[in-house]
Structures are given as structure tokens and as C-alpha cells.
């Protein structure tokens, strides 16, 4: 049975930080190029950013460009966000999705998803 669990999320002041991570069990990490999305009370999930397998590549929203870096480690099966510079504008449920193979913009094609970690922004 697949599980991916989200967690860093939490309260901080805009211009501050966090760490987001994500740990997915029973699937061959791998294999997998992983994303996170967020989506903020009233509307609709939005992609943040994504990682091949083999974290060569990387993609990220027009957003949060400079600010947010995604990584992961194969060997822990875990994905990271670092998020700096935080805004009100961030604030929304964090969610970490697999896709089989290569990133996408579409979330129909990530099949695995987390239950998401909330992250808000004061400001």
C-alpha cells in the first residue's frame, strides 16, 4: 500500500521560512518524478513545483521562483521544499503527489498524493 505524509507546515511571519517534507512508502521512489502543489481556501490546486527522479531537473511556478527550492533524497524516499521569503500570498494546504516517470502540469497524471500540510503566512 502506497502512503505519502506531508509535514513542516505551520504559522510564520511573512519574510520567514520553512521546510516542507514528504516521505512516501511502498513504491519505488525512484520512479518517480515528484511534485508539490498547494491549494488556498476558494480556489483551485495549483502546482508549485516538481522533480525528476534523479533530481537533475527541476520546475517551479512563475510564483515562487528565487524563493522556493525542491529536492529529494532516493535514498530516504523523501522529498523537500524550502520555502524563504514567505507572503501572505503562500499561505494554502501544501500537498506532495507522485507522477509515474517525468513531471507534469497536469495534475491528472500524478498518481499518488498526500493529505497535505498547512502553511500560513502572517503578515
Known amino acids: 500500500q502506497v502512503q505519502v505524509v506531508e509535514s513542516g507546515g505551520g504559522l510564520v511571519q511573512a519574510g520567514g521560512s520553512l521546510r516542507l517534507s514528504c516521505t512516501a512508502s511502498?513504491?519505488?521512489?525512484?520512479?518517480?518524478?515528484m511534485g508539490w502543489f498547494r491549494q488556498a481556501p476558494g480556489k483551485e490546486r495549483e502546482g508549485v513545483s516538481c522533480i525528476t527522479w534523479s533530481g537533475r531537473s527541476t520546475y517551479y511556478a512563475d510564483s515562487v521562483k528565487g524563493r522556493f527550492t525542491i529536492s529529494r533524497d532516493n535514498a530516504k524516499n523523501t522529498l523537500y521544499l524550502q520555502m524563504n521569503s514567505l507572503k501572505p500570498e503562500d499561505t494554502a494546504m501544501y500537498y506532495c503527489a507522485a507522477a509515474y516517470g517525468y513531471c507534469s502540469g497536469s495534475r491528472l497524471l500524478y498518481r499518488y498524493w498526500g493529505q497535505g500540510t498547512q502553511v500560513t503566512v502572517s503578515s
Open positions: 511502498g513504491l519505488s521512489f525512484d520512479d518517480y518524478a
